[in-house]
């Protein structure tokens, strides 16, 4: 806003300096036309007046400052014609009733007119001044008359005044009205630029204390807004801790008569049917954890803690190789940045599961792109097709129709995962493998967190 401000006032400044300076030139060309009018006039009366006493015409007798009497006009190839002088020129001596066969009007370098500088010499001494290095002449034939009458006359000096008070008055204009709006914006802009920030802040990590919460400052509306903000915050956490409390009171009452359930099963004798009634229940639980923490994901309890994403890469590794699945560790990079352990293991035990139960393995490797952590997980199953993708990452969805535990679970592992992943500011890409990896088949889990 401020450079449009300043780009808008060079503009006003620019289309001022032409008006002023066009009209300083006219002021300046009406002056010297009514000068010349004034001397040609002058000139023209004396001349008959003296035809009248004396019965004779002079040529090249001095009046004042190179005006004389002349044969022929003294315009040469080489002075250049002043058209507009002379056109205000013409209207002046046509406004005084005097009339005229021919009128010329042009501008010369003093050095090239002698009558000038002999004035110049006479009134200043030795040299005129610097300034003063072009001559106006007019040369005027009255009607009836064969002469031409040449009057003269010095433009006015040009100086640095002009300039000076347009450079003067654009820096004031810029100071009092750039530096206003400044500050105007400066009061409405830093509350707004805090409000952002705890608007980003609050959709990375809704536990935030209301200590942190912005306070109303700036202009009316921009008090209100942030009031507004603070309002709708305090709602969302009371609704999130509601959630929470709810969360945990179906959790504690369904685990409990499940609880309950796994120790009545002991008493059936039938081996199989206990295995199976067993297996059912546990899968209640798994798909109960998974729904609780999938709503928790976004108002964690623990915080942040800096910690090696490598090693624990490396250890989540390990949990699958000790249980003989075939998951193979390959390139890592010591990469250290602010976590939630315990979720991120989820998110990865998630996303190597996930490989091992379709794809019957799992490459893990860690990368660092910029300024983001990069862990990917690749298998060398059948893929998904790219229409599909999508689909994938929203709860209860997938590939396998079924809902055994054995096959694939209740669908929330890549959604759990998604979640985590933007719980620390990072995405989760699904991609099926081209060319780049090796010419393999199958799926790309690619975790990507800012470090």
Not at 81 to 107: H, K, P
Not at 209 to 214: F, I, N, T
Not at 283 to 309: K, N, Q
Not at 340 to 365: E, P, Q
Request: proline share 5%; hydrophobic share 45%.
């Amino acid at each position: 806003m401020l450079l449009a401000v300043a780009l808008a006032l060079l503009l006003g400044q620019a289309i001022s300096a032409v008006i002023i300076y066009r009209a300083e030139v006219a002021r300046a060309d009406n002056s010297i036309a009514h000068t010349l009018a004034f001397r040609l006039i002058g000139a023209q009366a004396f001349d008959a007046r003296r035809d009248a006493m004396r019965g004779m015409r002079g040529r090249g007798t001095r009046r004042s400052m190179g005006l004389v009497s002349a044969n022929v006009s003294p315009r040469t190839s080489q002075d250049r014609m002043r058209g507009n002088l002379q056109e205000r020129l013409a209207q002046v001596l046509s406004e005084q009733g005097i009339a005229f066969t021919a009128l010329d009007v042009f501008e010369r370098p003093l050095a090239d007119d002698p009558p000038a500088q002999n004035f110049l010499r006479r009134r200043f001494g030795a040299s005129p001044p610097p300034d003063r290095s072009q001559v106006i002449v007019a040369a005027m034939r009255p009607a009836g008359a064969s002469h031409w009458i040449v009057a003269r006359d010095l433009p006015p000096a040009r100086t640095g005044r002009f300039v000076r008070l347009l450079l003067l008055q654009t820096v004031l204009t810029y100071i009092v009205l750039v530096g206003a709006i400044a500050l105007l914006l400066r009061r409405i802009t830093g509350p707004l630029k805090a409000l952002t920030g705890r608007v980003e802040d609050f959709s990375r990590d809704p536990a935030m204390s209301a200590d942190a919460r912005v306070q109303p400052a700036g202009p009316t509306d921009t008090r209100r807004l942030i009031i507004a903000h603070n309002r709708m915050e305090q709602r969302i956490g009371a609704l999130l801790d509601e959630k929470n409390v709810m969360l945990g009171a179906i959790g504690h009452d369904l685990k409990t008569p499940l609880a309950a359930l796994r120790v009545r099963i002991e008493s059936v004798e039938d081996e199989d049917e206990r295995a199976r009634m067993a297996a059912t229940i546990e899968d209640i639980v798994r798909t109960l954890d998974d729904i609780l923490s999938l709503a928790r994901v976004g108002r964690p309890s623990d915080p942040l803690e800096t910690t090696e994403l490598s090693a624990l890469v490396v250890s989540v590794v390990e949990e699958f190789e000790d249980m003989g699945d075939p998951v193979e560790l390959g390139e890592t990079q010591r990469i250290v940045l602010p976590l939630r352990a315990t979720w991120l293991r989820r998110a990865l035990r998630n996303l190597i599961g996930n490989a091992v139960r379709y794809a019957g393995g799992a490459d893990v490797s860690v990368e660092r792109r910029g300024n983001r952590a990069i862990v990917r997980v690749m298998d060398r199953g059948p893929g998904i097709p790219d229409g599909q993708i999508s689909a994938m990452m929203e709860p209860f969805a997938r590939g396998d129709p079924s809902r055994n535990r054995g096959t694939g679970g209740a669908g929330l592992g890549l959604t759990l995962a998604r979640a985590i992943a933007e719980q620390h500011g990072g995405t989760l890409i699904l991609a099926n493998r081209d060319a780049d990896d090796g010419g393999a088949t199958g799926l790309c889990a690619e975790l990507s967190l800012p470090v």
